[in-house]
């Protein structure tokens, strides 16, 4: 039988508080990851026919985000989550299967609590299974009416709880697992007949309760899995119950983290063992961090390939890839898909930017290399600068193997500075430089004999003349 799946997530999320206008709640991040998808991400390894999304409230932000691995259907108005499956009718109405719903703002539920949902919809041969959580607070959530032979009658949304019913911590997670030419015929009934004015999709449980429909609920084991995310008090929360999961999973599986309250690593990274993550660090994307690094302090990684042996301290890194055994930081900046080889130094105050370092190369020192190739065991003296902007282009420079470029050097792109090359620190370079030539580009220096005292004097008189007008 088939399986979809709609993902609800066109709400303006108003308990967020934003003025922007475009910007959807589940498009808010945890971990540089957007909310929903979090949820995408949950549902990837469950065999899905199609993934429909439900975009309203900042549409374009939303569509962006769910593109390449979700379908999208327009909810014009935000008139509640029942109104929001109607719209999916002209796609899903009348196939045969199940539908999984889940919500756009549960980062948190994990792919096996979803699984174990379906299995039992499918053993049981329910009609319609929910997911349910015990939780220490429920305000805010939809409540699980249950009969005193434990069979669900119907959920009540906080808007709608008697005193009784507010008190009831079994709560709805907002995921359910409908049989799909059903979910269709009963929305088609949906009235809203509520507090809000809204169609609640969870009215169809008393529905199909009313009608003898089969109905389960599954008791999810930790509920802070249903955590929805309504306002940024949750978006806290959530992100820190994730962090900490994340951090957990690492050092269990041999990674060094000196300090798991400040570090952040998002959900997709690879790190091997052990490796070292000191206090204030984030790593992000898709990196991928060897063995035996020291990552940090204060260092953030976003989409890098980190080898092994690496000590990389405060230092910003994106995009990039680095070999084995380099010496970074503190206070690099490395970015715009630079690659460095193997033991190379990239010191305090140098950033590369599409920059190709080769093995054992070093640039120790305030230094700016953009759009360059550098040669194995070149050295980049302090300050040099790789102008390779000219206000409207960008140009390469190549610099070849054992070169010596000296100190407060300016070299002007492009040019060729060929192997073994010298050049005079101070230079400015508008020229190439052949294999083993030396270039010294600076105005000779001129020394007067004996002038710097008569300078001196002169300035003394000059000083002691205004100071007596
Ligand atoms: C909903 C459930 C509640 C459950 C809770 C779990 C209903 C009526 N209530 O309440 O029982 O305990 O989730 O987190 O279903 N959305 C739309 N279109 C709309 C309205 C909402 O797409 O017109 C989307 C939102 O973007 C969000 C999801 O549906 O992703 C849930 O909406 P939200 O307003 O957060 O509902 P809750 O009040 O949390
Ligand atoms: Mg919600």
Redo the contacts with the bound molecule.
Sequence with gaps: MKTFAII????KGTRMKSLLDDKS??SYPILGIPLVKHVLNTLRPLSIERKVT?V?FGRAVTEEIVRDESETVY?HE????G??IMQVAPLLAGQEGKTLIV????PLLKTETIKRLIDQHDEENNKLTILSAIVPNPHG??RIIRASDNSVLE?V?QADVDELQNVINE????VYVFDNKLLFDYLSKLKPNNAQGEY???DLIKMFENDGLKIGASIANNYQEML?I?DRHQLEEAATIMRYEINERHMLAGVTIEDSASTYIGPEVVIGSDTIIRAGTHIYGKTVVGKQNVVGPSTYLDNVVVGDENHIIFSHIADSTIGNGNEIGPYARLRGHSVVGNHTRVGNFVELKTCVLHDGAKSAHLTYLGDVEIGEKTNIGCGTIVANYDGYNKTKTFIGKDVFVGSGSTLISPVVIEDNAFIAAGSTINRNVGKDDMAIARVRQENKIGYGKVVREKALQKKLANSKK
């Design positions: 609800l997530a066109a709400g709640k589940v439900i309203g909810q935000q008139k509640g989550t109104h929001a919500c756009g703002d549960t959530y939809g959920i949304e709560v709805n997670a907002g609640y999709l969870t929805g309504n």
